[in-house]
Nanobody
Framework: QVQLVESGGGLVQPGGSLRLSCAAS????????MGWYRQGPGKERELVATIITGGSTNYADSVKGRFIISRDNAKNTVSLQMNNLKPEDTAVYYC????????WGQGTQVTVSS
């Protein structure tokens, strides 16, 4: 069992940046896959980025070159640096961890608007 708590969401203008953080309730060094998903208004939840224990990352095509995922096993956190934000990035962003089960955080709202 692992609890995940996201933070860092908010309102930002197009072209701006935000950094999301996800704090886990237990050690994450043995959790192979952690990542971020998002769900925009009227849309299905979709993958944003994942990172595995070895550090390899995977990104949705829509965020490649703009978003960077990282993990700090010492602090039990996973972060998502989001740059050059666009209105279509508006969504609730969810942190996820995969062990033998998938765990989700409660989500944090990101709104990109002028």
């Amino acid at each position: 069992q692992v609890q995940l708590v996201e933070s860092g969401g908010g309102l930002v203008q197009p072209g701006g940046s935000l950094r999301l953080s996800c704090a886990a309730s237990r050690y994450i060094r043995n959790i192979n896959t952690m990542g971020w998903y998002r769900q925009g208004p009227g849309k299905e939840r979709e993958l944003v980025a994942t990172i595995i224990t070895g550090g390899s990352t995977n990104y949705a095509d829509s965020v490649k070159g703009r978003f960077i995922i990282s993990r700090d096993n010492a602090k039990n956190t996973v972060s998502l640096q989001m740059n050059n934000l666009k209105p279509e990035d508006t969504a609730v962003y969810y942190c996820t961890a995969v062990t033998n089960l998938r765990f989700w955080g409660q989500g944090t709202q990101v709104t990109v608007s002028s």
